[in-house]
């Protein structure tokens, strides 16, 4: 049987994905980020799971006005980085777990989550950035030949008016959660939420951040998801920006790990390009 051995969400900012691959990571501006995530490396360097199941959102690149799924799941053998507008970021190919993607989409479907089969998917920062934080060995991050981990994405709409509830995100973890421990072939797996936290990008309110409510999120993700389940998306843009919505992405994280969690590290820098970036570790209670 699979098991879901621990959950992670951080903040994806494009910004981050540069410089690491500019190598300006230990820069006195960049290098207190990078810093914060080193335990979170070693985090999974030690759970080393077989796969990641990675919450994320494309951001006009894989998908475009023409077609928007509200949830999707990568069913590839594998995903390539995305061309931004300024070429590919210089990261290798995610390997996905088509078997276990399969899986996942007759589970969901079957459990009332009509999920979107996608079978070619190119991944933007949205997906890499994540990866490039948490897989590298200390805090420049740099690309490994190969990703230490398969990766099977799940994307959601978070760009196009009106995106998915917190609590329908937090249900689709739980949906989650129940397909992985009825897969057949013994995997450890570790879920990742990511996006956020408050940012937004343009308008009047462009540089928005609210600490105090990113603060209040990171608390209650281990406490009182049930909170946060039913925080609207007026909510959402009102204190955290237009882009804050981003973070119902870790609702489906914390829904995946069960009721009960303790967390084992959290980060929280401002600023990261326009964001306020964030990162928590949890794991299931024993
Ligand atoms: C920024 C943050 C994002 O989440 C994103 O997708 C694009 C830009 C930023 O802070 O610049
Ligand atoms: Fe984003």
Redesign the pocket.
């Given at each position: 049987m699979a098991r879901i051995v621990g959950g992670l969400a951080t903040?994806?900012?494009?910004?981050v994905g540069a410089a690491i691959d500019l190598g300006k990571t230990q820069t006195d501006h960049w290098k207190p980020l990078f810093d914060g995530y080193v335990p979170a490396q070693e985090w999974l360097a030690r759970v080393d799971p077989d796969v990641i199941v990675l919450v994320y959102n494309d951001?006009a690149t894989a998908f475009s006005l023409e077609i928007i799924p509200t949830f999707g799941i990568g069913v590839a053998e594998n995903f390539p980085p995305a061309d931004e507008g300024w070429g590919p970021r210089p990261v290798p190919t995610v390997d996905g777990h088509a078997e276990l993607a399969w899986h996942l989409s007759e589970s969901l479907i079957l459990d009332e989550f009509d999920i979107t089969m996608i079978n070619e998917m190119p991944v933007d920062?949205?997906l890499t950035v994540p990866l490039s934080l948490t897989c590298g060995k200390d805090s420049r991050c740099e690309a490994p030949e190969q990703w230490p981990h398969r990766v099977v994405p799940i994307s959601v709409n978070v760009v196009q008016y009106p995106p998915p509830t917190g609590k329908r995100c937090y249900d689709l973890g739980r949906a989650i959660r129940k397909a992985v421990e009825a897969y057949h072939e013994d995997l450890d797996i570790v879920v990742y939420g990511t996006?956020g936290m408050s940012?937004q990008?343009h308008g009047e309110r462009a540089g928005l951040i609210n600490s105090k409510w990113d603060t209040a999120f990171l608390d209650d993700l281990t406490r009182d998801p049930e909170r946060l389940k039913s925080i609207p998306f007026l909510e959402y843009v009102r204190e955290t920006g237009a882009?804050g919505i981003?973070l119902v992405m870790w609702l489906i994280m914390r829904g995946a790990l069960g009721d009960d969690v303790s967390e084992i590290y959290r980060h929280y820098h401002i600023p990261?390009?326009?964001?306020a970036s964030g990162l928590i570790v949890l794991e299931p209670a024993a």
């Amino acid at each position: 049987m699979a098991r879901i051995v621990g959950g992670l969400a951080t903040s994806h900012v494009p910004a981050v994905g540069a410089a690491i691959d500019l190598g300006k990571t230990q820069t006195d501006h960049w290098k207190p980020l990078f810093d914060g995530y080193v335990p979170a490396q070693e985090w999974l360097a030690r759970v080393d799971p077989d796969v990641i199941v990675l919450v994320y959102n494309d951001h006009a690149t894989a998908f475009s006005l023409e077609i928007i799924p509200t949830f999707g799941i990568g069913v590839a053998e594998n995903f390539p980085p995305a061309d931004e507008g300024w070429g590919p970021r210089p990261v290798p190919t995610v390997d996905g777990h088509a078997e276990l993607a399969w899986h996942l989409s007759e589970s969901l479907i079957l459990d009332e989550f009509d999920i979107t089969m996608i079978n070619e998917m190119p991944v933007d920062h949205g997906l890499t950035v994540p990866l490039s934080l948490t897989c590298g060995k200390d805090s420049r991050c740099e690309a490994p030949e190969q990703w230490p981990h398969r990766v099977v994405p799940i994307s959601v709409n978070v760009v196009q008016y009106p995106p998915p509830t917190g609590k329908r995100c937090y249900d689709l973890g739980r949906a989650i959660r129940k397909a992985v421990e009825a897969y057949h072939e013994d995997l450890d797996i570790v879920v990742y939420g990511t996006g956020g936290m408050s940012h937004q990008l343009h308008g009047e309110r462009a540089g928005l951040i609210n600490s105090k409510w990113d603060t209040a999120f990171l608390d209650d993700l281990t406490r009182d998801p049930e909170r946060l389940k039913s925080i609207p998306f007026l909510e959402y843009v009102r204190e955290t920006g237009a882009e804050g919505i981003e973070l119902v992405m870790w609702l489906i994280m914390r829904g995946a790990l069960g009721d009960d969690v303790s967390e084992i590290y959290r980060h929280y820098h401002i600023p990261a390009s326009n964001t306020a970036s964030g990162l928590i570790v949890l794991e299931p209670a024993a």
